[in-house]
């Protein structure tokens, strides 16, 4: 199936738009993949993912060295699993910072919007795979009746786009 670079974009972020939290896994000093639970942002998705990090984290600082990432999403309760790839840049953007910023960031952030310690962070995804299923019951029964009949199961829709 050929899929636009539209319906990609579109495909990916109605399956991310209502997961609150993410994964982003970077690469550290050694080579070693490492990730973070993070916040996402209530933006659309264009095919850039935002976050706000610390300018003193470990993550921060790989990402500066090393930008490939990752990001993962799941919504095992809606059979929904989503793995984002792309490039980190770490954004100086203060219109960007107020459209994203929310109260909940104080508990991380002590001084606000206008703590010197925020980090926008910016993943311009190039690429995606997602898993669909019709729910943890409905995937169940397919993998009971594989297992009786023999036959592969059907787990839903698994696409691997471009963006």
């Known amino acids: 199936m050929t899929t636009t670079r539209e319906e990609a974009l579109n495909k990916v972020g109605e399956l991310i738009q209502d997961v609150k939290f993410a994964m982003l896994t970077v690469t550290d000093e050694h080579g070693h993949l490492k990730g973070h639970p993070m916040t996402t942002q209530d933006v659309e998705?264009?095919?850039?993912?935002?976050f706000l990090g610390g300018k003193d984290t470990e993550q921060v600082r790989n990402m500066g060295a090393r930008p490939?990432?990752?990001v993962s999403y799941?919504?095992?309760?809606k059979g929904i699993y989503v793995s984002v790839r792309g490039a980190a840049s770490l954004v100086e953007n203060r219109a960007k910072l107020e459209q994203v910023w929310s109260d909940f960031y104080k508990a991380y952030f002590p001084e606000g919007i206008d703590d010197p310690n925020i980090q926008l962070i910016r993943i311009e995804a190039?690429?995606?795979e997602y898993w669909e299923s019709d729910g943890k019951v409905r995937s169940l029964i397919g993998l009971a009746k594989g297992l009786?009949?023999?036959k592969e199961a059907k787990q839903g829709e698994n696409e691997t786009v471009n963006l």
């Open 126 to 128: 190039d690429g995606a």
């Open 45 to 50: 998705f264009d095919g850039d993912i935002w």
């Open 148 to 150: 009786l009949t023999g």
């Open 68 to 70: 490939q990432v990752n």
């Open 74 to 77: 799941s919504r095992p309760d």
